[in-house]
């Protein structure tokens, strides 16, 4: 197995990112292409021992940043580490992509370059969720902001496939955001969808409500692409907040100092569950070649874990998986 | 001035909204009627010393609650406490309304009863939302989750309003919720909402993402029903699983409760901030006279508190305020 790896996404580039994909190569037993500008990259890969013949360097002089317009860059910066390796990809050089750039820029690059699953309507950004319960897998997290009922369902066949295969959860639970846990509640939209969803071969488990999430209620986490990156940010945005609320308490006074010091064992337990680089990545859903997304502030590890999950992605079939399911619902809508 | 309470709605009725409406009358110099069934009422009354003559008892038999669907509640229960009160409110009984009870059928009862003011198209329920720098508005909360962007146009402004005459925040900064902040992001809503408020006669700060409503970046936040209701419910749901995760470590071992006993001032200063009791309601907003929502599990202290609310939603003439700001609005429209 070859995995395709962009060199210059994220705040960390490149050094973190080949640190990580070098034991990656180690650890999963893998080969690897890094794209990139190839004398910033080699003067990298010159700091580790590593069996050399298993990473090759694909040269690539631009990069995408987040300050560029996706649809635009993809069209315009064709030397970009992004482009070269979604290329890459497309051709047949490896068997998987991975970039902790511009996801935007990514998502756009997947779209007009791999290209769509037939019968897929909308490819989904996807994010790993913490929950209190483990991790779950919101789809869609940001790319389809107006969506029509059908796109929702085929997110929730796509996360699905994921969460078991990739994940390793038996049979997923997959929840539909709604206001409410009856059928009948939400939008229409989200009515629309339930009817959907109800009748396909996966464990659907209705409406789930916000306040549930961070139970883990569901292991598949479906909702436009509007309404899932709301349920991302602000989850984010609370842990954030009550975290900085608790470090100020704990930083009161002298008996606050010395509490803290003592529950430092249990601090960070928390700090490593909610810890997003355990996981490093999530996959983009619907593309006809498996690639993830790693987190813009990856480190040499969330790099390596993300490459795992692209192994994972690769390794189980998930396109095939999908292609699948996907023609066998076609089919049944047809008869 | 004289207020309006559903002696049987919410969770601890009547004893709680009786003693919660005694000291209410008692601290803000009001009179008071009670609707509900008079001898449980009197009962509960006679607990308490306080001058008679300012609260009277209104019968009513029957209660809706939880389980009845709102809007067949308000046109069956006709003796119910939420109707009669209502429609003590729309013959001039009183000059608002609170009620703990059932949130969809206040709601729909306010429509049918009280009913909306000319010009606005939906009325919508509000929440106080609890941020690090203090109280914000939350409007729509889940009344009307097909939404227009006019619709949010007038959230907006009837926000802007009560934040600025009630929660005296003055210019108050109002936010749409939206998954990016630039002009431009969003959903076709979101996008078409934008174009209307930047041209308001309001402090529109333009997208708020969701990951900045917990600190507070805008006092109004505005949303359709089915994303404000999700952020609702996730902000809520984040709090109790973080701080249960935080308990849990608290009471792991000795050395963590001899720490969770240093902390006790902190931890009880966190958990006064996000009390929602110390609010005690919210208002409906865009009905023709005013109604404050209680939270179902509403003690005396935050019964108190909601008619707090609503002694200055009425004192602040919200309501002319509103009709006068949406007539200048169909004006310039027009103009």
Chains 1, 2 share one sequence.
Do not use: W
Request: aromatic content about 6%.
């Amino acid at each position: 197995m070859k995995i395709i790896i962009d060199g210059m996404g994220g705040d960390n580039a490149p050094s973190e990112i080949v640190k990580g994909c070098v034991d990656a190569v180690i650890e999963y037993d893998i080969d690897a292409i890094i794209v990139g500008k190839e004398q910033l990259i080699k003067q990298e890969l010159s700091k580790y021992k590593y069996p050399s013949s298993r990473i090759q360097i694909l040269n690539a002089d631009d990069i995408i940043t987040n300050d560029d317009d996706p649809a635009i860059a993809i069209r315009r910066k064709k030397n970009s580490s992004l482009v070269v390796g979604l290329n890459a990809l497309k051709n047949g050089l490896g068997d998987g992509f991975i970039s902790a750039g511009s996801t935007g820029a990514l998502l756009a690059g997947g779209l007009f370059i791999v290209k769509r699953i037939p019968g897929i309507d909308r490819a989904a950004l996807t994010s790993v969720y913490p929950t209190t319960k483990g991790m779950s897998l919101l789809v869609d997290a940001g790319a389809n902001v107006d969506c029509k009922p059908e796109y929702l369902k085929q997110f929730a066949i796509m996360g699905s496939i994921y969460v078991e295969n990739v994940l390793g959860k038996k049979n997923p639970r997959v929840g539909l955001v709604n206001i409410g846990t009856e059928e009948g509640k939400g939008n229409s939209l989200a009515k629309e969808a339930y009817n959907l969803l109800k009748n396909e071969n996966i464990n659907f488990i209705g409406n789930v409500e916000a306040r549930d999430l961070p139970t883990g209620e569901a292991d598949v986490i479906v909702a436009d692409g509007f309404v899932g990156n709301v349920v991302l940010k602000l989850t984010e945005g609370m842990a954030i907040s009550i975290f900085s609320i608790l470090k100020e308490s704990l930083l009161e006074n002298t008996k606050s100092k010395f509490a803290a010091m003592l529950l430092k064992p249990q601090l960070s337990e928390i700090k490593k569950k909610m810890d997003y680089r355990e996981y490093g990545g999530a996959p983009l859903l619907g593309t006809k070649l498996p690639i993830v997304k790693a987190h813009g502030s990856s480190d040499a590890y969330a790099i390596k874990n993300g490459i795992k999950q692209l192994v994972q992605f690769i390794k189980n079939d998930i396109i095939q998986t999908i292609e699948k399911n996907i023609n066998e619902d076609l089919r049944n809508q047809e008869g």
